[in-house]
């Protein structure tokens, strides 16, 4: 009886663990873009109050024609004193909230890529175990999302 060996193993496992270095920078970088996103939405809801500080959009316009406020903020704070809490939900994404995005995409690519490099460096056996635990996880969180729906619950 023959013993399986695979000489490309080591080679795909350094692989995999490159990935990870990988996947630990980017992970810092989504952290830091989310930092500032929050910033960033502190700051339009602080806008947001300032412009709702105003009781009606004469006075945002008498605020500007006393140069207390500039055009920009003016234009700004009409669009928010009419638009109120949508103006925070729906907000055009920002180029900070798409390069978040993008870098999420990227990190979920790696860790597919990963894992990939991983399943290539099992034998045949332990490949077919392990993809036979993953179907049989997957079909147990569809189960347990059908259970939450059929009681209601949030998945």
Known sequence: MSRYTNP??????LEA?????????????IEKFQRKINREADARKKELETALGFRSEQDILDAYGWEVITEKQYDRYIDLF???QAA??????TRTELALSILQ???GALTADQDEWRLSALTPEQRAAEL????????AWKERLRQMKSCGEEP
Do not use: D, M, S
Not at 8 to 13: H, M, N, S, V
Not at 17 to 29: F, H, P, S, T
Not at 88 to 93: A, I, V
């Open 8 to 13: 490309e193993a080591a080679g795909y496992l």
């Open 105 to 107: 995409r990227f990190c």
């Open 82 to 84: 009419r638009q109120g």
């Open 88 to 93: 925070l939900e729906n907000h055009t994404p």
């Open 132 to 139: 036979n635990r993953r179907a049989k996880a997957a079909e």
């Open 17 to 29: 663990e490159a990935c990870g270095v990988v996947i630990k920078e980017v992970n810092r970088l």
